[in-house]
């Protein structure tokens, strides 16, 4: 059986190392998403079934994969904040994307997807969605 090892304490007592402590960085991606024949690094966040729900607009970039391709829509009811969603195939190439007002019921990409993205509109991510929208959005930013 072995034990745990500890760790030297300036004050001289030993400090218990937990085994399965975890890494803060580990919990996010590097995507590198191919558009417009550039290729963009978004930080992302797995996500879970809520998704934007009832999160501050504050947020991480959430990213969505699944298995095989997939046509499903998407709902913003109880977000309460506007955001870019980025539909994506297989090799990570945009396949469409959408601006999404909150409390929308039903958004759909025309094609089949592989993954999107969920990237709330915040000071952070404005020159991404710059990128993809352009400066003259509908959209009001309010910073």
Known sequence: M???TLKP???GRGVREHP???NRRKDFLILRIKSKGKKIKVRVKRAGLLGLMFKSEN???LFFSFKRDIGLSITSYFVFFPFLVI???KNKKVIEYEMVRPFTLSVRCRKKFR???EIPVNERNLR???F???KSEKFKYKF
Do not use: A, C, E, Q
């Open 2 to 4: 072995m034990s745990r």
């Open 9 to 11: 304490n300036p004050i």
């Open 20 to 22: 399965k402590v975890p």
């Open 59 to 61: 947020t991480h970039n």
């Open 87 to 89: 539909w994506l195939d």
């Open 115 to 117: 993954s999107f993205v």
């Open 128 to 130: 991404l969605i710059r």
């Open 132 to 134: 993809f929208v352009g």
